[in-house]
């Protein structure tokens, strides 16, 4: 082999590890510092900060500074989650790629556990990923009866089905997500799109392109934000605020849980679509999908077009609320309650100021308990926002948000 070259290929690590990353300082040494520590040390850590705003560009340097294997990325803008991790798997050259969260962590054998395995196993197998531990936000075991995962449930199991992934729970982000996978099968993939429940297209689509193996020891710990450990949501986020979160620049019209799950539904037929599998085998995907989504989350194709015709029925009965309402007197409380229901639902100011200007005294705190409902029940950040515009009592306002 020609100098130049073989040089060349020598520079080229075999592992790069992408760690996306915003506002992450609290955990963000610890993150490096379980990745430093492996015991397989031919790897390219990149990290990438998405415009962070408190210490992290400074860690990062510090790192960068004092390894060459790290490579620091600093987004002049926030291009949102799934953006940045994207951009880490873009920024990557070795054979296998593997992601990490700024605040999870890798056991010291982990890149040794996962490419002997590959070593181990035929050239079909795209993806090796450990089983996790659960710890708390300060890095504690996760105290939880049902702690096991849905892949768990018959140990040993080192190989997930197509299927099987179809009966992923929601809100369960798949420890395959952060797996160490062949970077050329990520690549035919879309990746992470900024969509709600984008861990749960990509896991599938890139188990239509190869098997999956697991290792035997859990190697992987990752760390509990959302879930605190009474089972609750700590952070809920409502549908349109997640979007933005993936990506600020977000134009999905989804506004509900049932249309992130319809839009679940639809990516996941079309990967299946997309692929050039045989026809029989491909017939026998689509049919998993359909089934998982059946028996999981109760949404089937006929489910989605009687959905779509009750949303756009439900879009004509709005505009003709708006005209009402527009036309009428004080009298007609129930346009005005589902023009301001509807001004909530989608974001439109217009609307709830319209519902709002033709209000009358008596019905005044019947309007204002309806939107403290929603913020107490559904935590609301919009309804929040509008309340306190409305509202000349803010204290108020945030002692119903924090019952």
Request: proline share 6%; aromatic share 8%.
């Amino acid at each position: 082999m020609p100098e130049h070259l073989q040089s060349e290929s020598e520079s080229v690590p075999r592992v790069s590890i992408g760690l996306p990353v915003y506002n992450g300082d609290d955990h963000l040494a610890e993150a490096i510092e379980s990745v430093l520590s492996q015991t397989y040390q031919d790897f390219e850590l990149i990290v990438c900060d998405n415009a962070s705003t408190d210490r992290t560009e400074e860690i990062c340097r510090k790192y960068a500074a004092q390894d060459p294997r790290i490579r620091y990325h600093r987004n002049p803008e926030n291009i949102g989650a799934t953006g940045n991790f994207r951009r880490t798997f873009e920024l990557a050259s070795a054979e296998f790629f593997n992601w990490l969260s700024h605040d999870d962590l890798l056991g010291p054998k982990y890149l040794e556990s996962c490419l002997a395995l590959f070593d181990r196993s035929p050239s079909s197998v795209v993806l090796c990923f450990s089983p996790q531990i659960r710890l708390t936000y300060e890095g504690e075991p996760w105290r939880d009866k049902d702690r096991a995962s849905w892949y768990e449930a018959n140990p040993p199991y080192d190989e997930v089905s197509f299927e099987r992934l179809m009966l992923v729970p929601d809100r369960r982000i798949p420890p395959m997500l952060f797996g160490l996978a062949r970077r050329q099968a990520l690549a035919q993939t879309a990746l992470l799109r900024p969509l709600v429940y984008a861990d749960l297209m990509l896991i599938p689509e890139l188990r239509l392109l190869g098997e999956f193996r697991e290792i035997g020891e859990p190697l992987f710990f990752r760390r509990s934000h959302r879930i605190s450990e009474d089972g609750k949501d700590s952070r809920a986020r409502s549908v349109p605020d997640e979007l933005k979160f993936y990506d600020p620049k977000s134009k999905s019209r989804a506004r509900t849980e049932l249309d992130a799950q319809v839009l679940l539904l639809r990516e996941r037929l079309r990967a299946v679509n997309r692929t050039g599998l045989p026809t029989l085998r491909k017939l026998r995907y689509l049919a998993a999908v359909i089934f998982g989504h059946a028996v999981i989350r109760g949404l089937t194709p006929f489910t989605m077009a009687r959905l779509r015709l009750n949303n756009r029925v439900r879009r004509t009965w709005e505009s003709a609320s708006v005209s009402l309402l527009r036309r009428s007197g004080n009298h007609l409380l129930f346009q005005r309650s589902w023009v301001l229901s509807a001004g909530i639902r989608h974001r439109n100011s217009e609307l709830v100021n319209l519902a709002l200007s033709r209000i009358s005294p008596e019905t005044e705190e019947r309007m204002r308990d309806y939107i403290a409902g929603r913020l107490r029940q559904r935590r609301d950040a919009h309804a929040r926002e509008l309340l306190l515009e409305w509202s000349d009592e803010p204290e108020r306002v945030e002692s119903v948000r924090s019952r």
